[in-house]
T-cell receptor, first 112, second 114 residues
Framework: QKEVEQDPGPLSVPEGAIVSLNCTYSNSAFQYFMWYRQYSRKGPELLMYTYSSGNKEDGRFTAQVDKSSKYISLFIRDSQPSDSATYLCAMSADTGRRALTFGSGTRLQVQP | EPEVTQTPSHQVTQMGQEVILRCVPISNHLYFYWYRQILGQKVEFLVS????????KSEIFDDQFSVERPDGSNFTLKIRSTKLEDSAMYFC????????????FGEGSRLTVL
């Protein structure tokens, strides 16, 4: 079983739709959970960061972590064509280790 | 807004040649990292660096790789003898706080080994 699994997509939605992206993981030691956005041939850009379980909201973005199910989600409300990118989940353990384990990324296309 | 900068943006080299990729992390950050992304694959951790020494490295980071912070601002990744399979985007990242999960990535250096 892969340590972090993420559906590669592509996911195509109309402008204004609510987008749901998710990752599952197998390592119960993961405590820090992040979502990055990556445009083609660019570096990952941090969108959301969550520690342990719970929800976090920032503008149109909401991150959810369910550690009991080993499942994390990113919701994008009122999606825009500029949201078209690859979304990467990433996580690390609560041991002071700074190595992030990334998912393979989900490619999102928001159609105008 | 402060950012991580990387040079060169693209380097083409012959197999067996040495390559140095350079990074300037965000100025008040203390932790530095290199990741790589082979085309079409996931971002993979290579190495983390703190207080002038490696704090963690992956199995990818073998003896052909080394990192250095030669002065107060630059952070470099050296590949001693490049192989075809080293072709990838190499991303530098930095973070302020060991306990924070917030890594900030540069734009990447694309390495093509011929």
């Amino acid at each position: 079983q892969k340590e972090v699994e993420q559906d590669p997509g592509p996911l195509s939605v109309p402008e204004g739709a609510i987008v749901s992206l998710n990752c599952t993981y197998s390592n119960s030691a993961f405590q820090y959970f992040m979502w990055y956005r990556q445009y083609s041939r660019k570096g990952p850009e941090l969108l959301m960061y969550t520690y342990s379980s719970g929800n976090k909201e920032d503008g149109r973005f909401t991150a959810q972590v369910d550690k009991s199910s080993k499942y994390i989600s990113l919701f994008i409300r009122d999606s825009q064509p500029s949201d078209s990118a690859t979304y990467l989940c990433a996580m690390s353990a609560d041991t002071g280790r700074r190595a992030l384990t990334f998912g393979s990324g989900t490619r999102l296309q928001v159609q105008p | 807004e402060p950012e991580v900068t990387q040079t060169p943006s693209h380097q083409v080299t012959q197999m067996g040649q040495e390559v140095i990729l350079r990074c300037v992390p965000i100025s008040n950050h203390l932790y530095f990292y290199w990741y790589r992304q082979i085309l079409g694959q996931k971002v993979e951790f290579l190495v983390s660096f703190y207080n002038n020494e490696i704090s963690e490295k992956s199995e990818i980071f073998d003896d052909q790789f080394s990192v250095e912070r030669p002065d107060g601002s630059n952070f470099t990744l050296k590949i001693r003898s490049t192989k075809l399979e080293d072709s990838a985007m190499y991303f530098c990242a930095s973070s302020e706080d060991r306990l924070s999960g917030e890594l900030f990535f540069g734009e990447g250096s694309r390495l093509t080994v011929l």
